[in-house]
Each structure stands twice: as structure tokens, then as C-alpha cells.
């Protein structure tokens, strides 16, 4: 009876244990979710909090941050919760998007932000701003975050690659790529290295530069679809080029990370490299090492085509989710979204684009801001270091006008692999450049029937691969 | 009534281990398998406008040629760190266990450091030191042992080095500890009668050591085999799986799937072929060497 009685109450006991655990873990979990509401109504003005997603660096976030103090001045009555470190793509938003606590406002790339409006995940701005308030933009940048006639984001800046050069080995950039090797080669006698660039690490972001100037485009229409054109003698020739100047002149450091805190950056800020390809968001710390030795300039014409590099002319810039990735209640939608894109067009107004320019040697996206910080680089200082970085943002100013769109419809997002994948094995010389361009177009073609964006009938090839001989030019 | 009452209080407290198995192993393998299923991707994701497709994730995964590479890069990977990290583990263990050893303790110190750091970091750290031909091993150590630098962006035997070797640092200080404690449970009187009888010190290692550590050699063995098998991080750090897919495992490809393409149809599908092959693997090593008899 006794034991009968322990075991019953033993029962009660593990009963009640599991009825509190459960209890706690629904309690917390409710009270979790209601502190996650992005909105706040209080009896007398509705106060809106947005949570916002920077992806900006240490020091554009001084021009942030600044931007940030004056926007809550303004607006009283907008609470802004700020994640730092957020990171540029799809993936981050995605699974929250999915959870409905996707940030309110997120600052992402144009091609990744192209991806999560097509996938539904953020707003149509077209339907809130007209279209003269675009119109303020630079064209190029309004193109990059424009997909199927709909705008889903304000650009704070455009970005693409330059050629950096330090001025102690190379004195005047070179204007074409037969010009940029012949000093590449002086430079190397001397121990330095001509070039470093890491061709066989990257993506296709900068290699995209070189592929256009043999000639190349990624994409094609055949029959009014979208198919890739990677399999054609352009990128042949261009993947050549770079096989030979590296192993055969071996000019180029073949590094195995970019920027400035990849071994490319370290190399050329500590002058073993004359020459890299990297943007202007990696300006400051090599005019932190090199000072008035730095020097920028647009990429060279291909000396065989007599075509520029031309780069991506990217974009970066704000976006808001709908009210279904962020889990915003409907009956507080209006008001968030009055406050998120009041936020949006304040974070892209002319003094944070112009405060980016400043602080972060950012390009302004905004017609006004890049016009002033063009008369602002024009103006006579006696600063030398000022006058010295002016001239650097000069010289990356100019690769503006030789650039290319940054592709931003949904099949972008399968290029990266498909050309890493054969132009690594290309370098690591497992095949050679025609199944190399043969194997990343037919791996881009898989991608894309697999995701549904293609059909499945076979594709002809785009171009017939037949290698012309180059003409005078040495490469 | 009383049997009842007690198969009811088995049941409650089985209760918080079936919940933690439920959400934490079962729901995400289901999910994963309801996913691979269906042609969920970015586009469709949201939208919840994904739909069921039968075996067609399986079939097309299984129809590519990268297939056949993946499982062969697995083999090399796993067997080709599993053997290395154990011997070297065993070794240093076996060192360790002498018993005039002195400054035993200093020693085990010094050898559990790369336990000291997180692997993420030291995978970085790892990183520069191969950088070619700046970095530390190609720099300094590769030289000092007469032996060739390692360029993993132009070879692919090189590419496999890299992350053996890696991966042996990263590792062998477990191994080590395991064998180590495993050793030291065998009883000293078994080696001193086995001197009385004139045996060697080959002979104890065979009908002593080896026997008496048989269940510690199948737990690490079976353990570390589905470990190193999914082992994400060196490779996706140091090689990112190339050059080209060349030391591309099935855990780095089906990640490159799901979050560089978003096509998680695809990933879950590699996924859970990569869970069956290692399940299969694993019955066929338990049933052919016998090592379930040493775990039991």
C-alpha cells in the first residue's frame, strides 16, 4: 500500500514537472514572440519600430550612424533597431523570411536583393514611390535594383573593380593589356610581383571584367529565353590570358584570397605586388599603407579585341520585406511601412550618400551627392594626403564610364559556382580552357533546368567553339 | 494494476528523452526527407508553391556525373583522415602510457593544445599557413623536412595533403586521449605476469593491448568514421572543395546547393544519400569486422 502510495505520488510528481516545463516553454515562448513584435501601439501615438539589417562597414557605419541619430531626431516616433554585421546574400533572410522575422529593412547587394524580391520576399516600391523620385539616381544603379519593370530598392552607392597600382614600381597605369604586362615584367625583375590576382579563387565578380573584354557576355536570348554564353572563344581567350601570364610569364601571383585582408591585399600593401583588381569599399586601408603611392585607374583595353574590362557597375542599397517575411500584424502594416520607407529614402538621401562618400570613399548612387563630391575631389587643397586620395578616387571615378550592368534577374545566382568550379579546375591545370568554358556553361544549364528556369530540351551551344587565332597583339 | 501503474511511470520519464529526440533528430531528418521530395527552391520557397516530384531529386542527383567523385573525394577524405589521426593517436598514446615517462603530464598538456582552440579559428589560422609560398608550412616546415611546398590551388594531390594534414592537427589530440585512458585501464598485473612467461614487448602489444582495447578501438572507429564523413569545415574552409569539385564532399556540395543555388530539394535529397551510404557503411564495417561485439 505504502509503496502503491510512492508510486502515485511519484507519478504526480514527474506529472507535475512535465506540466511546468511544458507550461514555462509555451509561457516563454509566447513572451519571446511578443517582444519580437516589430510594432509597438501605445493609447496615444503609435510608435513603430523597425529593425534593420546593416551589412555596412567600420567605417561607412560612421556615416550610418550619424544618418541614424538624425533620422530618430526627425522621427520621433520610428524606434530604429539596428543589427550590425549583417551579411550581404539570400541566406541570411531566407530561413527568417520563412519564420515571418525577417528585419524590416535589410541593406543587401542588388543582385542578392534581385533574388529575394523574386522569391516574394521584398516590397514592390514601385507601387509606393513614383517614378520621378528614381529618377534621381544614377540610371545605371536604378537598373541594377529594378527587375520586370518593379524597383525593390533605393541604391546608397554604385561599386564595381579598379586597377589599384602602387605608384613606386608603376608610374603611369597602363592604358592597354599589353602596356599593363610589359610592366608587369619589369616590375618582376625587381622581385615584386606584376600583378596578384587570385583567378582561380574567385567567383567570376572581376573575372566577368576580363570575359567582356575578349567579347564575352554572360547571358544570351535564344528564342526568348535567358540561356547562359559561357561556352564561346571569348572566355577561352580570357582564361588563356591568365594561364599564361601566370605560368608561362608568371607575372601574376596566383593568390588564394582576395581583398584587402586576402594575401592579394596584404601583397600589395606590403609593395611585393604591383598590381591588384579590387573595389573601392578596400580604398582606405590600402591608402592607409601606401599613402601617396596609390594609385587607381580603369581597367585596361584588351590589347586583341581592343575592348575595355569592363566591370560590373554593381549596386548596394536598401529594401523592405512584406509584412509576411517580417511577421508584422496587418493591422500595423501601414504604419510600418510609411516608417520603413521614410527610413529607406532618409538612408539615401544626399547627406548619408555624400556622408558615405566622405567617411568610406563610397560612390554615391544619388545624382546630387556624386555631383558634389565630384566638384568636392575637384577643389584645390592644400592637404597633400587629401589631394593624394582625391586623386585615387579620380582614377576610380573614371572606371564609371567603362563598365558593364550587374546582371540581377534570379539565373545570376548560378553563374558563381558553375565558373568556379571549371575555371579553379582550369588553373589547377586538370583540363584546358575549351572544357573548362564547355564544363561551366553546361554545369550553369544544369543549375538552371534543375531550379526550373530553363527548359529541358538540349540547348545549342551559343557559340560554336572554334578558337580564333589572336590577332598582333602578344596575348 | 500495479504493472500498469508502473509501464506508465516507465513512460513518463522516457517522456523528455522522446521529446528531445523527436525535435531535435527525428523531425529534421523527416523534414529533410518530405523536402527531397518536393522542388523547393528559392523562387518557390515562400510561396509555399513547391509540389511533390517523386524520386526526381534522387534520380537526378544520382544521374550526375559529380556522383561517382563525391563518393570517391569521400573515401579519400574519410579513410584517408580516419587512418592517420587513429595510428598517430594510438602512437602518442601509447608514448604517453610508459610508465618511467617523466613530465608525463606536461606532455599530455602540451599535445591536447589544438583541443584549446575553437576549430573554426584554428581552420583560419590554418588557412594562412598554407598560404603559397608565403605562409608558414611552405615557408618554414615543409623546407625544414626536405619535403615538397604544398600549392593547393594548382594540384589536386596537394588540395588532399592540405586538409589531411589539417585535419590530422585538428584531430589526433581525441584520439590520443581516448586510446590514453582506454590504455591505462588495462591492468599493470596482466604485463607483469605476461614478463614472468618471457613474452616481448610485440607480444603484449598483440594479446594485450590491442584485445583490451578492442572496444575503445570500435567506438572511436564507428564514431570518427560518420564524423569525418560529415565533416564540414576543413574542407569547406581550407579548399571550399576544389579545385573544380575535386575534394568536394557530399556535406560540402549539398550546403553549396541549398545555400549558393537554394535548391533545397537537391541538397536534401544529397543529404539523405549521404545519411543512407553512411548507414549502410556502417553495418557492413559492424558486421564484417565485429566490432558491435567489442561496443556490446
Known amino acids: 500500500m505504502k509503496s502503491s502510495r510512492r508510486s502515485i505520488s511519484t507519478v504526480a510528481l514527474a506529472t507535475i514537472i512535465i506540466v511546468v516545463v511544458v507550461v514555462a516553454a509555451v509561457g516563454g515562448y509566447v513572451a519571446y514572440v511578443s517582444t519580437r513584435h516589430h510594432v509597438t501601439t501605445t493609447t496615444t501615438t503609435q510608435v513603430?519600430?523597425?529593425?534593420?539589417?546593416?551589412?555596412?562597414?567600420?567605417?561607412?557605419?560612421?556615416?550610418?550612424?550619424?544618418?541614424?541619430?538624425?533620422?530618430?531626431?526627425?522621427?520621433?516616433?520610428?524606434?530604429?533597431?539596428?543589427?550590425?554585421?549583417?551579411?550581404?546574400?539570400?541566406?541570411?533572410?531566407?530561413?527568417?523570411?520563412?519564420?515571418?522575422?525577417?528585419?524590416?529593412?535589410?541593406?543587401?547587394?542588388?543582385?542578392?536583393?534581385?533574388a529575394l524580391f523574386a522569391a516574394g520576399i521584398l516590397?514592390?516600391?514601385?507601387?509606393?514611390?513614383?517614378?520621378?523620385?528614381?529618377?534621381?539616381?544614377?540610371?545605371?544603379?536604378?537598373?541594377?535594383?529594378?527587375?520586370?519593370?518593379?524597383?525593390?530598392?533605393?541604391?546608397?552607392?554604385?561599386?564595381?573593380?579598379?586597377?589599384?597600382?602602387?605608384?613606386?614600381?608603376?608610374?603611369?597605369?597602363?592604358?592597354?593589356?599589353?602596356?599593363?604586362?610589359?610592366?608587369?615584367?619589369?616590375?618582376?625583375?625587381?622581385?615584386?610581383?606584376?600583378?596578384?590576382?587570385?583567378?582561380?579563387?574567385?567567383?567570376?565578380?572581376?573575372?566577368?571584367?576580363?570575359?567582356?573584354?575578349?567579347?564575352?557576355?554572360?547571358?544570351?536570348?535564344?528564342?526568348?529565353?535567358?540561356?547562359?554564353?559561357?561556352?564561346?572563344?571569348?572566355?577561352?581567350?580570357?582564361?588563356?590570358?591568365?594561364?599564361?601570364?601566370?605560368?608561362?610569364l608568371k607575372v601574376n601571383y596566383l593568390a588564394s584570397s582576395t581583398g584587402a585582408g586576402g594575401v592579394e591585399g596584404q601583397l600589395f600593401m606590403e609593395n611585393k605586388a604591383a598590381i591588384i583588381f579590387d573595389g573601392p569599399w578596400d580604398l582606405m586601408p590600402y591608402f592607409k599603407a601606401l599613402g601617396c603611392n596609390l594609385g587607381a585607374a580603369p581597367l585596361p583595353v584588351v590589347s586583341s579585341t581592343g575592348l575595355y574590362a569592363t566591370p560590373f557597375i554593381g549596386s548596394t542599397g536598401w529594401s523592405i520585406t512584406t509584412e509576411q517575411a517580417n511577421g508584422v500584424p496587418a493591422s500595423q502594416w501601414n504604419a510600418t511601412l510609411h516608417a520603413a520607407l521614410l527610413f529607406i529614402e532618409f538612408m539615401?538621401?544626399?547627406?548619408?550618400?555624400?556622408?558615405?562618400?566622405?567617411?568610406?570613399?563610397?560612390?554615391?548612387?544619388?545624382?546630387?551627392?556624386?555631383?558634389?563630391?565630384?566638384?568636392?575631389?575637384?577643389?584645390?587643397?592644400?592637404?597633400?594626403?587629401?589631394?593624394?586620395?582625391?586623386?585615387?578616387?579620380?582614377?576610380?571615378?573614371?572606371?564609371?564610364?567603362?563598365?558593364?550592368?550587374?546582371?540581377?534577374?534570379?539565373?545570376?545566382?548560378?553563374?558563381?559556382?558553375?565558373?568556379?568550379?571549371?575555371?579553379?579546375?582550369?588553373?589547377?591545370?586538370?583540363?584546358?580552357?575549351e572544357q573548362a568554358a564547355q564544363g561551366m556553361e553546361q554545369a550553369f544549364i544544369s543549375s538552371l533546368q534543375s531550379a526550373g528556369y530553363l527548359s529541358p530540351v538540349p540547348i545549342t551551344p551559343s557559340e560554336v567553339l572554334i578558337v580564333p587565332e589572336l590577332p598582333a597583339s602578344r596575348y | 494494476m500495479s504493472s500498469a501503474r508502473d509501464k506508465l511511470e516507465g513512460f513518463i520519464?522516457?517522456?523528455?528523452?522522446?521529446?528531445?529526440?523527436?525535435?531535435?533528430?527525428?523531425?529534421?531528418?523527416?523534414?529533410?526527407?518530405?523536402?527531397?521530395?518536393?522542388?523547393?527552391?528559392?523562387?518557390?520557397?515562400?510561396?509555399?508553391?513547391?509540389?511533390?516530384?517523386?524520386?526526381?531529386?534522387?534520380?537526378?542527383?544520382?544521374?550526375?556525373?559529380?556522383?561517382?567523385?563525391?563518393?570517391?573525394?569521400?573515401v579519400i577524405w574519410t579513410l584517408g583522415s580516419l587512418i592517420p589521426m587513429m595510428a598517430l593517436g594510438f602512437a602518442l598514446a601509447l608514448i604517453l602510457n610508459q610508465r618511467d615517462l617523466r613530465g608525463k603530464s606536461f606532455f599530455y598538456a602540451i599535445l591536447i593544445l589544438p583541443w584549446a582552440f575553437p576549430g573554426f579559428i584554428s581552420l583560419l589560422v590554418w588557412q594562412g599557413m598554407w598560404v603559397y609560398p608565403y605562409g608558414f608550412m611552405n615557408r618554414y616546415v615543409l623546407p625544414f623536412l626536405h619535403m615538397p611546398t604544398i600549392n593547393a590551388l594548382q594540384s589536386v594531390g596537394d588540395a588532399w595533403a592540405e586538409l589531411i594534414i589539417t585535419n590530422l592537427w585538428l584531430s589526433f589530440p581525441y584520439y590520443m586521449t581516448v586510446f590514453y585512458s582506454g590504455l591505462q585501464s588495462i591492468p599493470a598485473e596482466l604485463y607483469e605476469i605476461a614478463d614472468v612467461d618471457g613474452a616481448g614487448a610485440l607480444t603484449k602489444f598483440l594479446r594485450i593491448t590491442v584485445p583490451s582495447l578492442r572496444k575503445t578501438i570500435a567506438f572511436v572507429f564507428i564514431t570518427s568514421f560518420v564524423f569525418t564523413w560529415n565533416n564540414f569545415y576543413p574542407i569547406y574552409v581550407l579548399t571550399g572543395g576544389g579545385p573544380g569539385i575535386s575534394t568536394e564532399t557530399f556535406i560540402v556540395?549539398?550546403?553549396q546547393q541549398a545555400f549558393s543555388y537554394s535548391n533545397y530539394g537537391i541538397a536534401a535529397a544529397l543529404s539523405i544519400i549521404s545519411t543512407v551510404i553512411t548507414i549502410v557503411l556502417a553495418v557492413v564495417v559492424m558486421k564484417f569486422t565485429g566490432v558491435l561485439e567489442g561496443i556490446t
Request: charged fraction near 10%; proline fraction near 5%; include cysteine.
Open chain 2, 13 to 74: 520519464y522516457f517522456l523528455p528523452l522522446f521529446a528531445a529526440v523527436l525535435f531535435l533528430f527525428l523531425y529534421p531528418l523527416l523534414y529533410s526527407t518530405y523536402v527531397s521530395f518536393t522542388n523547393m527552391n528559392l523562387l518557390n520557397f515562400f510561396r509555399h508553391t513547391y509540389r511533390f516530384v517523386g524520386a526526381f531529386n534522387y534520380v537526378l542527383a544520382l544521374r550526375q556525373h559529380y556522383i561517382s567523385t563525391l563518393l570517391i573525394n569521400e
Open chain 1, 123 to 248: 516590397v514592390n516600391l514601385s507601387q509606393y514611390l513614383p517614378p520621378s523620385y528614381f529618377s534621381r539616381f544614377n540610371p545605371t544603379a536604378i537598373q541594377d535594383w529594378t527587375l520586370n519593370g518593379s524597383v525593390y530598392g533605393l541604391p546608397d552607392d554604385i561599386n564595381y573593380i579598379v586597377m589599384f597600382y602602387n605608384k613606386k614600381f608603376i608610374t603611369a597605369p597602363p592604358n592597354t593589356t599589353d602596356q599593363m604586362i610589359q610592366m608587369a615584367e619589369q616590375v618582376n625583375k625587381s622581385g615584386v610581383w606584376g600583378i596578384a590576382y587570385g583567378a582561380s579563387d574567385e567567383y567570376g565578380y572581376r573575372f566577368a571584367a576580363w570575359f567582356a573584354g575578349f567579347g564575352g557576355q554572360i547571358f544570351t536570348t535564344q528564342n526568348g529565353e535567358i540561356v547562359p554564353a559561357l561556352n564561346s572563344s571569348a572566355m577561352v581567350n580570357a582564361l588563356n590570358f591568365w594561364y599564361n601570364l601566370t605560368y608561362d
Open chain 1, 348 to 433: 539615401t538621401n544626399y547627406s548619408n550618400e555624400y556622408g558615405l562618400f566622405k567617411y568610406a570613399g563610397d560612390i554615391p548612387a544619388l545624382n546630387s551627392a556624386y555631383n558634389a563630391a565630384m566638384q568636392n575631389l575637384s577643389a584645390p587643397t592644400s592637404n597633400t594626403t587629401l589631394a593624394c586620395l582625391h586623386q585615387v578616387i579620380k582614377g576610380i571615378l573614371e572606371q564609371s564610364q567603362h563598365g558593364q550592368k550587374f546582371p540581377n534577374i534570379p539565373q545570376m545566382s548560378y553563374y558563381w559556382n558553375s565558373f568556379h568550379q571549371y575555371a579553379s579546375e582550369f588553373f589547377a591545370g586538370k583540363i584546358n580552357a
Open chain 1, 48 to 114: 513603430v519600430t523597425l529593425t534593420v539589417a546593416d551589412s555596412y562597414s567600420s567605417s561607412e557605419n560612421i556615416a550610418f550612424n550619424a544618418s541614424l541619430a538624425a533620422f530618430e531626431q526627425k522621427y520621433p516616433w520610428i524606434h530604429v533597431k539596428v543589427e550590425y554585421g549583417a551579411g550581404i546574400g539570400t541566406s541570411p533572410y531566407t530561413s527568417e523570411a520563412k519564420a515571418h522575422d525577417a528585419p524590416i529593412i535589410i541593406r543587401d547587394s542588388s543582385d542578392s536583393a534581385g
Open chain 2, 253 to 255: 556540395y549539398a550546403y
